[in-house]
């Protein structure tokens, strides 16, 4: 083995140890046991009906290789800004095949060998992988609990920052918590970046699924931003694999980034022309996926509180957007052997708090995407379980 390895980056891990919970579920679902599955995140596997719209034109073109993304694809991009309010120069726009080829190139241009990448914790471990595969050092900022929301910990990401930081990445709305920014956040971030020299990279793909407060968006025209999303979650669509990032800032800054960008994404040319082709039309079509996403969230959190509001062993912080909600269960003290229990004997299957870095091992995380019978079941179960049997 240690010969083998020698071939191999380290960046990889060569044997890594299978997770006991996910191997229980693959087995469970391989001898068609049915599982009340609490984490249900994939749209297209959630019950929704999707516009046959969308396909109408779909065509083989011509190809037409072009780094930014074709001028008609990013023109519907725009579209889908101005209608929020926001206005987007198309030239400052690149298509890529989803969030995470938005971040592998937002690194190749910023970062060098063995800088580092300030990433929120807890947090999706996408871009902890991301960072790694690029050479570039993830180094993690809290967010901490505050009254009803979760919120940035200021302290801690200035904590985080030294002369190798490149960048901020903010999630917003963040997987899991479902906080979103504050005006006072988005400013004392756009400060923060432009006293250190900072690139903020900002995924909004959950920003079309809020609850109560308005979503507002982090732009700036001093400090770099680079705001990723991409149809995956706006159209519910992860299937077509299609993303884009946005370059603003400085006009100094993002004239450089639009050249820099141009030479990595020609390298490439990665998306694909008959989906850049449909993009408008799956953009002018988005409400009606958006709609029964919306109505599904909503349902579900509604039944959540609904169930757990009143229980002193259950508490929760209440998610301002995105597909997922966070809870703790007092007292518990081993978070994958509830899991287990929960799945092996109650065939309800939900995620533990460390798959998304937390730390306390009574944290638990759910997908409010989940369809709504087994939604129902699932939660029952899960509060017969943490009620009477653990
Ligand atoms: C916060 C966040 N960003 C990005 C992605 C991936 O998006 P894409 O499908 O555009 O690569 C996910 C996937 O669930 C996510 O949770």
Known sequence: MVFIMSYFSNKIPLNPEKNQLLMQLQSLKEKNVPIFD??????????????????????LPNYKPSPRGLVEAREAICEYYSQKGRIISIDNIFLTTGSSESMSFCLKMLCDFGDEVCLPSPGYPLYDY????????PIYYSLKKQELHWRMDFQSLENRINHKTKAIVIVQPNNPTGN???KGEIEALIELAFKNKLVLIVDEVFSDYCYENDFLHLTSNHAP????????????????KLGWFILEGNQEFTQTAID?????ADTYLSVNTPIQMILGQILENAGSIQMQIRDRLTKNLKRFKGLFGNQKRITYHIPEGGWYIVFSILGCIDGDEFCLNLLTQKFVFVYPGYMFDFMEEDIFVISLLTPEIEFNEGLRRLMDFTMWEY
């Open 38 to 59: 609490l984490t249900h995140s994939n749209p297209t596997l959630a019950g929704f009906e999707y516009p046959s719209e969308i396909f109408q034109n779909f065509q």
């Open 130 to 137: 991301i960072a790694k595969l690029e050479n570039v050092k």
């Open 180 to 182: 979103i920014l504050t």
């Open 225 to 240: 931003v680079i705001t990723l999303n991409g149809i995956s979650k706006i159209a519910g669509l992860p299937q077509l």
């Open 260 to 264: 820099s960008m141009e030479t990595i």
